[in-house]
Structure formats: C-alpha cells, structure tokens
C-alpha cells in the first residue's frame, strides 16, 4: 500500500512539472519579408519618416530559438545597408524568449501569446538608455508590429508593416540596399 501511494505521489508531481510547460506549435525553416518601416510621434499623428527593411527570420532547434537578420539602407547615400541581428532564446518550456542583439545594442523579452509564435509583446531595454515596448503579429501575409520608443531624446511610435515575399526576393532587396560600388 505505502508503495502504491508513493508512486501515485510521484505520478502528481510529474504531472504538476509538466502542466506548467509549454508545447509549441512552430516548425523550423526559413522565412522572409520586406516593407516598410515608419516614424511617428509617440501619439502617432506627426510623421517622422520612413524606410524600407528586409527580414530574414530562421526558426532554430524546434522553436526554441530565433535569429532574425533585418536589413536597412544605410543612414545617408553611399553608406553600407545596416543589419541588426537578433537573437531570442525560449526560456525553459514557456512563450517567454530573451532577446538581443548581436552589436549588444539592446536586451530584454518578448512574450508570445499562442504556442504558434504568432503574437508577441515587447519588453526592451537599450543599451545607451531608454526602453522600447509593443506588439506584434505574424500572419501568412506577413508581419506587422507597433512598437513605442521612450526615454531616449525623441520618443516615437515605430510602425512595421512588412509583406512576406520569396528568398530570391529577399536577396535582390538587400542587394538593392547597398551602394553603389565605389560609392562607399
């Protein structure tokens, strides 16, 4: 009898362990978008600017990790297209990632909402100061998201809205980012 109770014991605390787990729905690969990236005020009312961005986003060791490469011309004609690479980490079985950069420019957390990684929140510190926080959403036609910029010397509302499109796109886009050759 005592045996019996103790593996029943066991049994419940195997089951609370796992109860807390998250099991994702995601498959590993590639997958590529393009579009645009706009600058508003915090309100969003008064444009800042835009400019045009390519992601390449690999889903890695069954979703546990995720690298995306986002690629942007650079800041003034004739200078080299910059590449923010990003990295995020699943912390342990839940839809909590940690999240940096390669440049070590900033740190911090995106949540997922659903087990298919399709939406997602913001929580991220930069380096230099100031934070970024907001959502996202990942749909077959692409990624959108809306991110706040604070506690830097101009807050703004970064909106992304950017069209899935094919590898061989990807590639011409970023090409199409560089300058032209001697120019640098």
Same mark, same amino acid.
Not at 53 to 67: P, T, W, Y
Not at 78 to 90: A, D, F, K, N, S
Not at 133 to 150: D, S, V
């Given at each position: 009898?005592?045996?019996?109770?103790?593996?029943?014991?066991?049994?419940?605390?195997?089951?609370?362990?796992?109860?807390?787990?998250?099991?994702?729905?995601?498959?590993?690969?590639?997958? !590529?978008?393009?579009?645009?990236?706009? #600058? !508003?005020?915090?309100?969003?009312?008064?444009?800042?600017?835009? @400019?045009?961005?390519?992601? %390449?986003?690999?889903?890695?060791?069954?979703?546990?990790?995720?690298?995306? =490469?986002?690629?942007?011309?650079?800041?003034?004609?004739?200078?080299?297209?910059?590449?923010?690479?990003?990295?995020?980490?699943?912390?342990?079985? @839940?839809?909590?990632?940690?999240?940096?950069?390669?440049?070590? =420019? #900033? @740190?911090?957390?995106?949540? #997922?909402?659903?087990?298919?990684? $399709?939406?997602?929140?913001?929580?991220? %510190?930069? %380096?230099?100061?100031? =934070?970024? @926080?907001?959502?996202?959403?990942? =749909?077959?036609?692409?990624?959108?998201?809306? $991110?706040?910029?604070?506690?830097?010397?101009?807050?703004?509302?970064? %909106?992304?809205?950017?069209?899935?499109? $094919?590898?061989?796109?990807?590639?011409?886009?970023?090409?199409?980012?560089?300058?032209?050759?001697?120019?640098?």
């Amino acid at each position: 009898m005592d045996v019996l109770k103790i593996g029943l014991v066991i049994l419940a605390a195997a089951a609370a362990a796992c109860a807390g787990a998250v099991v994702l729905k995601v498959s590993d690969g590639e997958a !590529f978008y393009y579009g645009q990236v706009s #600058f !508003f005020s915090p309100d969003g009312k008064l444009p800042y600017g835009e @400019t045009e961005s390519a992601v %390449k986003r690999e889903v890695l060791e069954n979703g546990a990790r995720i690298v995306e =490469t986002v690629t942007q011309p650079g800041r003034a004609p004739g200078m080299r297209p910059v590449e923010i690479v990003t990295q995020l980490r699943r912390r342990g079985k @839940t839809l909590a990632y940690d999240a940096a950069d390669a440049a070590g =420019t #900033f @740190t911090g957390r995106l949540v #997922f909402k659903d087990v298919g990684l $399709k939406a997602w929140t913001y929580d991220i %510190k930069l %380096k230099e100061g100031g =934070t970024i @926080t907001g959502t996202g959403e990942l =749909t077959p036609a692409g990624i959108r998201t809306a $991110k706040q910029l604070a506690g830097t010397a101009r807050a703004m509302l970064i %909106k992304e809205d950017l069209g899935a499109i $094919k590898a061989a796109e990807y590639a011409r886009r970023v090409a199409e980012m560089a300058p032209a050759r001697g120019a640098e």
